[in-house]
Nanobody
Framework: QVQLVESGGGLVQAGGSLRLSCAAS????????MGWLRQAPGKEREFIAA????????YYADSVKGRFTMPTDNAKNTVYLQMNSLKPEDTAVYYC????????????????WGQGTQVAVSS
């Protein structure tokens, strides 16, 4: 089992950058596929990024591709969501999540969740 704690959300102007952190405890996150999902008010949850340590695969949704990346720090057992060129439509609560390495990288069904962190992008 793994526990996840996100941090780094806040308010930023359009075009700016933010980096979210997801610290994992309990087990090394290299045993899991790690993902980032977000939910904007009144909208369905959106699966936006993932990394699989078993296959080395990464996934980025079209809505964030080219703007967001998912760097990691193995020593700190932390994954990040680096968000550049932010847009007002990126405003949402962002969740870090983990699941087993079974399934393809685009599998959106996550088992373990962080508490979420709010990101607001002003125009």
């Amino acid at each position: 089992q793994v526990q996840l704690v996100e941090s780094g959300g806040g308010l930023v102007q359009a075009g700016g950058s933010l980096r979210l952190s997801c610290a994992a405890s309990g087990r090394s996150f290299t045993m899991y596929t790690m993902g980032w999902l977000r939910q904007a008010p009144g909208k369905e949850r959106e699966f936006i990024a993932a990394i699989s340590w078993i296959s080395g695969a990464t996934y980025y949704a079209d809505s964030v591709k080219g703007r967001f990346t998912m760097p990691t720090d193995n020593a700190k057992n932390t994954v990040y969501l680096q968000m550049n060129s932010l847009k007002p439509e990126d405003t949402a609560v962002y969740y870090c999540a983990a699941r087993s390495n079974i399934g393809v990288i685009t599998t959106p069904d996550y088992t373990y969740w962080g508490q979420g962190t709010q990101v607001a992008v002003s125009s």
